[in-house]
């Protein structure tokens, strides 16, 4: 805490990691409250797992009890809306429902005024008279603008924040330590809109817990700093689980456009009477009919044939280290006028003016929706294409994807399929990724986006502005990788392995076979890993949590594997946070599920919730063309001369490994909690070190968690378990017998 208060008063910022269950929260959230008190700054704790959230609030609600803390939890709008519309909408609501409230305050002012002004006109002041008769003239006009407002559209929720006394929730909010839940369900009650009070409230407060992308995504950060009522520089950003930042800024950064948008921005210039429209229609135009032409020219056998093609986006390769990417080559050979980048900039201009038009329409109530305006859309993607898509460390890329029932947005995130290691490791994907849309056998279209592989284009100048951020995690070494993705400078580092007794813990590798993707169909190696695993739960004196690098194979063993206790299966698409309840309250049960799953971290199992977690081979991440792109662009900016083996260790070693621990610490997490973690795949023993070289792992870990680790044989492993739950007479009754 104390190191923590000093950065913090030297404006650096900091790298803490720190083992699980170790309290590393409360470490970075109390010096960093206390200095904020001391210098009138304002903290915002973060993070993007649900249940960390949970706990934020629980432990700013103890510090409440005792300090003097105003502290809210700030969500989305998209959780909070009473009604149910889009950011365009809601902004536009908005203004019309507070010029209405505007214009009813001039009324009530003005009928004030011109009662004061008859009493005095009746008692006798001859100038009171004709200054009524002004006064009922500007009343006439404002009754005259008042009325154009029953035909526009208006939000009561919000006309009700502005009308009535809001005191008591303002009373009732900083009471405690209120969730978003809370406050929806409060506002909902009176008729208000809980998430625009939180928005007018948050000016002077203390803290602020908050997901990531209110600091990553730089829109919505601008908009949350102000209103916060606070430059950058009087902010201190606390990140939890930084580990993820890396990932979730490079998903806060990268831009996509379909050809669906193209041609709808098409469609809205045929429709517009406009000088620009030719120039507009032009350089879109030939772009969507480069679009197609590329992504119908690159499928083929060496990609992914026309029938492969389903309802979730598959990558078509389209760059070029050494010109242009494919699809601007096409663009620039089809390509007729008087300059793409003249014809762009009027194409800009008149999507800007369109959704102005748009915007005020929808006010005006002449139209029920806020339309989206498709031509600015296009247009500013386009405008980042030319800019951007040659520039180190963005990745061009297409994507085809058929036809389904839903619409197609134009940008935003869509999660990519966990990826798996090296040319032996391959999954055999193609880089697909999961699209919004039902399926079904439509036609093909396609998708442009500018992929950024280097997070500190994002995160750099995040720190750079805020007066220090703490990133905390269990998993954050080595620190010069993190520093030099994220972009930080000079950062005060600090790392605390296991505080608790090392006699309650063991660490076992299992010099398993390696489980390389061709390995893993193999009989004698499922053999040998069901006989691991069946051991590990046998001599377990309760719970046993078995992470795998995949679904499938959590479900392959979930099958494989005989046992007394009951076993759960983690899928996707089933409430994993239902499956973890139902796992935690029973006794002697396992638990399958994959490391890329939402069970692996920021989830704790504390003291009987689980004894033995076992990981099954390493969660290399799948190797797709965009895999290799991120290796690329960090072995080109942080490899020197030995670009290939930084990359490869930036991009997926180093990643990989945190995964492995995130995951071994979901057990052991106080000092009276006991437990044993088990490495299944010779890679993480010291014999795979020496056998398999550059695809072991061991070495990636931390020195310290590297000592503790216990090379076993898969026959051994039970002996190693029974000994050490025997010494700690964890077992209730007659031991198991091997």
């Not at 214009?103 to 009524?132: I, M, P, T």
């Not at 689980?610 to 960090?634: F, I, K, N, S, W």
């Not at 670009?643 to 990989?656: L, Q």
């Amino acid at each position: 805490m104390g190191r923590i208060h000093d950065a913090l008063g030297d404006g650096r910022d900091v790298l803490f990691e720190g083992a699980c269950g170790t309290g590393k929260t409360l470490a970075s959230l109390t010096p960093a409250l206390e200095y904020a008190r001391e210098t009138d700054k304002t903290v915002v704790i973060t993070t993007n797992v649900h249940q960390q959230t949970r706990q934020f609030i629980e432990e700013a609600s103890a510090i409440a009890q005792t300090e003097d803390l105003r502290a809210l939890v700030f969500r989305g709008k998209a959780s909070m809306c009473h009604i149910d519309v889009g950011y365009e909408e809601c902004q536009a609501l908005r203004d019309t429902t507070r010029e209405q409230v505007e214009l009813e305050r001039d009324r009530a002012e003005l009928e004030r005024r011109q009662r004061e002004l008859l009493e005095a006109s009746q008692a006798g002041e001859g100038e009171a008279a004709e200054a009524r008769s002004a006064v009922m003239d500007d009343l006439e006009a404002i009754e005259d603008d008042l009325s154009e407002f029953e035909d526009r559209a208006t939000c009561e929720h919000y006309y009700r924040n502005l009308t009535v006394d809001t005191e008591e929730f303002y009373a009732w909010l900083y009471d405690d330590v209120r969730t978003p839940e809370d406050i929806y369900e409060y506002a909902d009650r009176e008729g208000l809109c809980g998430y625009e009070l939180l928005k007018e409230g948050m000016d002077g407060v203390d803290l602020v817990i908050a997901n990531y992308h209110h600091l990553l995504d730089p829109m919505i950060r601008e908009q949350f700093f102000r209103w916060l009522g606070r430059d950058p520089e009087d902010v201190i950003a606390v990140f939890d689980e930084a580990h993820n930042v890396e990932d979730a800024a490079r998903e806060h950064a990268r831009r996509t456009l379909t050809e669906n948008t193209l041609g709808q921005a098409l469609d809205e210039l045929a429709d517009t009477d406009d000088p620009r429209v030719e120039a507009a229609e032009n350089v879109i135009e030939t772009y969507r009919d480069a679009l197609e032409a590329t992504y119908r020219e690159t499928m083929g056998a060496d990609t992914v044939r026309e029938a492969e093609v389903d309802d979730q986006w598959t990558d078509l390769p389209i760059d070029s280290p050494d010109r242009k990417d494919d699809l601007t080559l096409s663009f620039l050979r089809s390509y007729t006028g008087p300059g793409y980048r003249e014809e762009l900039e009027r194409a800009l201009e008149l999507g800007r003016e369109l959704d102005q038009q748009y915007e005020q329409a929808y006010k005006d109530g002449e139209t029920t929706v806020r339309k989206e305006c498709q031509t600015l859309q296009a247009a500013t993607f386009l405008d980042a294409w030319f800019d951007e898509g040659d520039s180190q460390g963005m990745y061009p890329v297409i994507s085809v994807r058929r036809d389904g029932e839903r619409s197609e947005p134009s940008t935003g995130a869509s999660g990519e399929e966990r990826p798996a290691s090296r040319a032996d490791d391959r999954e055999g994907s193609t880089g697909r990724q999961d699209g919004l849309g039902d399926g079904g056998a439509g036609e093909i279209y396609g998708r442009a986006e500018l992929y950024t592989c280097i997070p500190e284009r994002v995160t750099r100048s995040l720190f750079d502005d805020l007066h220090a951020a703490v990133l905390m995690s269990a998993t954050l070494r080595p620190f010069e990788v993190t520093e030099d993705v994220l972009g930080l400078e000079d950062p005060e580092t600090m790392a605390y392995g296991a505080q608790f007794p090392e006699e309650r813990r063991r660490t076992y590798a299992v010099e398993a076979p390696a489980l390389f993707a061709s390995e893993r169909d193999d009989p004698s190696t499922q053999d040998t890993i069901t006989g691991v695993l069946e051991d590990a739960i046998k001599f377990t004196p309760g719970n046993t949590l078995a992470f795998f690098p995949s679904y499938a194979e959590a479900e392959r063993y979930y099958h494989r594997v005989e046992t007394d206790g009951k076993r759960y299966l983690d899928e996707p698409g089933v409430s994993a946070q239902e499956l973890r309840e139902e796992f935690t309250d029973g006794d002697d049960g396992v638990l399958f599920s994959s490391l890329w799953g939402t069970l692996t971290e920021g989830v704790s199992y504390d003291g009987d919730d689980a004894r033995t977690v076992v990981v099954v081979g390493v969660p290399y991440p799948h190797l797709d063309e965009r895999m290799d792109a991120v290796q690329d662009a960090y072995g080109a900016a942080f490899g020197g001369s030995d670009a290939e083996d930084a990359g490869w260790r930036y991009a997926v070693e180093i990643p990989t490994v945190r995964k492995t621990r995130q995951a071994l610490g979901r057990v052991v997490r106080s000092p009276t909690d006991f437990g044993a973690r088990v490495l299944v795949d010779k890679r993480y023993t010291r014999s795979g070190e020496i056998e398999m070289q550059e695809y072991a792992v061991r070495k990636t870990f931390p020195a310290e968690e590297r000592a503790e680790m216990i090379d076993v044989g898969p026959e051994k492993l039970k002996f190693g378990l029974l000994n050490f739950y025997n010494d700690l007479d964890a077992y209730d009754g007659k031991p198991p017998q091997p």
